[in-house]
């Protein structure tokens, strides 16, 4: 017993597992999401994939990208499922199988699992910075999540890091998001090169060839990410920065120079404490579930 269900919904698919208390998987669903899917097919694909969990489980947790409303638990839009609009997840779900139900956007849920159950559990406060497609970000004190107004908060990759600089998905101009992401390194490349690349996959191995234009805007993109954090850290004082997300698989590139500009431009006061590392790979279905692990402890 006290068993919690994770339910991760990404792009092209819903990943659901069921986890005990140590944050072991013990059963778990996946099934794909048709980029054309309307709200009532969603949801119908959602709860069939979930039920088979529902037996042994006191709560789920869901994650999926923003942007949400976590208060009423609805999913407004998806970037990745264009028919899906305000999304009444939580109602339904609640609805549906009896039971409690939290909705949290996934880098909120990544947060929450990275403080619980990832390498810097033992630290009293933990600021997750995930390196994706874009940048997100969540703060977790204490072992309490903080999410900020309807959950948007701790949206570190839009602080800005270059004023009037390149845009940004979000319309505005010089985030660090621009700088230092999937999105950021192939279109900053593209500016320069007028090659496109894929996917980040094939502008890190540019890096390992050392090709000089991709290795001037991880140089540059470093230094911009760094300077976010240093930021952050000024305002949150964590004792642990932890830095997860597909990137974090080329961190061997980069981790170095980001760790060390960090630490020589924070004030040197808080450097003792302070930890600064690449998480675990926990998946982000064990995030959503750490939702209902979380609400048990307050
Ligand atoms: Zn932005």
Known sequence: MGNAIGVDIGGGSIKVSLFDKKGDELRSQISPT?????????????????????????????GSPGPLDNERGVMISSANMQGLKNLPIKEELKKEFSLPVWYENDANCAALGEAYFGSYKNTESQLIVTLGTGVGGGFVNRGILYSGYLGNGIEIGHTTSVIGGALCGCGVKGCVESYFSTRGFLNRYAEKSNQTLGNAEEFFQLVRKKDSLALEILHFGTLALAHAVRGAIHLLNPEAVVFVGGITKSYDLYGKLLESEIRTTIFPVLNDRLKIGAGGSLSGALGAASLVFSKEKV
């Open 34 to 62: 048709p980029e054309h899917l309307d709200n009532q097919s969603f949801l119908k694909n959602l709860k069939d994939t979930i039920r088979p969990l529902i037996p042994d489980a006191i709560g789920i947790g869901v």
